[in-house]
């Protein structure tokens, strides 16, 4: 009888036993399976970290190539901007004080002056031969007083100094004009300055 109780318990020990060696196996399976979990959500945490580092590198390259061009164009901009306005400024300039200045160098030119000094030179030859002549002819034939010479003019002098005067003043509408057109583009100003006998022509 108490060899029969003894081989019931001995049996119920090795029962528990074996049942508690299978729960520490269960748990120990459980725990390496938490453990694996865990490496790999750390191994996944740090290619998260590696992979946020590198993005957050790309974005700041691209971020400062971004920077460097918007630079850029903005120092072509500034550039383009000041070529413009110098061009403008230029125009203006042109076709104000560079259009007189123009004009009164041709005007007060030697060339000018020996070309018209030229002119009136002939043309004065040209009257004073024809008024001698005329004045000549009257005096033989009809003995004239020199103060009725036909063709005397009593007032050249004066009449004289006023045409000098009057070169010396003169003012040229298309050069006034010109500043009108700063605005304005090429064909414009080409046609402003076309001679009225120049659009005649062509017409």
Aim: glycine letters at 4%; a negative charge.
């Amino acid at each position: 009888m108490i060899l029969t109780e003894l081989k019931n318990f001995s049996e119920s020990i090795k029962q528990k036993d074996d049942q508690h060696k299978e729960v520490m196996a269960k748990m120990e399976a459980s725990f390496e399976n938490a453990r694996i979990a865990y490496a790999n959500m750390m191994a996944e945490r740090d290619v998260l970290k590696t992979g946020e580092a590198d993005l957050k590198a790309q974005i700041e390259e691209m971020k400062c190539t971004y920077e460097a061009e918007v630079g850029e164009i903005k120092r072509e901009n500034a550039a383009l901007k000041a070529s413009v306005e110098d061009l403008q400024a230029t125009k203006a300039w042109l076709l104000s004080d560079g259009a007189r200045l123009l004009a009164k160098n041709i005007h007060k030119g030697r060339e000018m002056t020996a070309v018209v000094a030229a002119v009136n030179n002939a043309m004065s030859a040209v009257g004073v031969n024809f008024g001698l002549h005329n004045g000549y002819l009257h005096a033989l034939k009809l003995k004239t007083p020199y103060a009725e010479v036909p063709l005397l003019n009593r007032n050249a002098a004066e009449e004289l100094n006023a045409a000098v005067a009057c070169f010396d003043s003169l003012v040229f509408p298309v050069i006034e004009d010109l500043p009108k057109l700063v605005n304005e583009p090429l064909f414009k100003i080409k046609e402003a300055l076309t001679f009225a006998n120049s659009r005649s022509s062509e017409k």
